[in-house]
C-alpha cells in the first residue's frame, strides 16, 4: 500500500479473549486518546475481502481459552489472522507468533534450531504413548498438553511406575498431542519469566510457585517479594489466591539476548519467555514460549514502572507508521511515516 492509495481507518484493533487481563491496556488507550477497537475472538466473522477495517491489529488471544469454554476461537484465531495479514494489514503478533504460542512442539523444535537449551523432551500423540516415550529420559519427568496456559493440565510423575499407573488419568487437552519432559528442579525455588516489547527486553521477574505448582500467570500473583499482598485491581476475576510469589529479577545480558533472538525467530513482537536454572549442576533452560503478555500484577511495586505504559507508547509509534501519519524522525524532522504492505 503506498501512501497516496485509500487507508483503513487509522486505528487499532485489539483481537482478544480473556474478560479481564487486558482491562489495564484499554484503559491506558483511551486515557491517551488512542483510537482502537475491541474485536472479542467470540463475537467475530471472517470475511477474506474485508477482514477488519483498522490500520493495526493487535493479537492478544490466550491459548488457555479453551480451558474457559472457547475452544472454537483458538482454532478460529489462525485462518482469522491469514487473512488480516493477506489484506495487507499489520498484525503485531500475527500467524507466526500465534504458531508458536500454540505448540509446545515447535517452541522445542525452534529452541533447538537456535542452539538453545531446553529439557529433554518427547512428543506423543497418545497418553497411552507417555510411559515409552519417557525411556531414557531423568525422572523426575512431567507431562503437558500441547496446547495449554495457565499451567492446564501438567501434572508430575517422580517415577516410570507413577508414570504407567496414570495413563488414563492423562488429559492431552484439544488438540490431543503432549509432551513428556523432564522436570528441572529450579534453583532458589524459582523460575525467570522475561517479557519483551517490540521484540526488546522490558523487564525480567523470579517466580515463585507453590509446592508442584505449574500456574506461573504473572497476572495471577498474589504476593510479592517481601510477602505483602500485590494489588490485583486490574488481575484477572477467576485468579486464583494461590500464594504466587513474584519479585522483579534482572536476567544476565547474554540471557537477554538470546530471548531477543529467540522471539525475533518466533516472530513474536511482545511477549514473555520462560527459563530455569537447574539446581543440579547451574545449566540455563528455556522451555516456554509466549506470544501472550498480561503482564504481572502491581507492577510499579514489582518491576519499578508500568508495562502497559511502555507497551501503548510502542503501539501508538506502530500505529502511526501503519496509518501512514506524520510523525518525527530522531533529529525532529517531519515525515511521512511508511504505510502497510
Known sequence: MSLSEPRPSARLAVFYEHPDWFEPLFAELTRRGVPHVRLHADEQFLDPEA???????????SPSAWQRGRTPA?????P?????EAAGTRVVNGTAAWATEVSKAYQLELLDRLGLPHPRSRVVSSPAHAPAAARGLRFPVVVKPNIGGSGAGIRRFDSPEELEAAV?????????V??????????????????VVGGRYLYGIAVHPPADG?????????????????ERTFCAADAADN???????TPP??????????MAAAGIEVGGVEYVVDDRDGQVYFYDINALSNFVADARRVVGFDPFERLVDWLEGELARASGAVVADGVGRKIAAAGGS
Open 51 to 61: 477482514p477488519v477495517d483498522a490500520a493495526l491489529v493487535f493479537n492478544r488471544m
Open 74 to 78: 483458538v482454532f478460529f484465531t489462525t
Open 80 to 84: 482469522w489472522l491469514e487473512a488480516v
Open 168 to 176: 488414563g488419568e492423562l488429559d492431552f487437552g484439544v488438540d490431543h
Open 178 to 195: 503432549g509432551l513428556v519432559q523432564e522436570y528441572i528442579p529450579p534453583r532458589g525455588g524459582h523460575i525467570v519469566r522475561v517479557e
Open 214 to 230: 505449574f500456574n506461573l500467570c504473572p497476572a495471577d500473583a498474589c504476593v510479592g517479594p517481601g510477602g505483602q499482598a500485590l
Open 243 to 249: 500464594g504466587l510469589r513474584v519479585e522483579g529479577f
Open 253 to 262: 545480558p547474554a540471557i537477554r539476548a538470546q530471548v531477543e533472538e529467540l
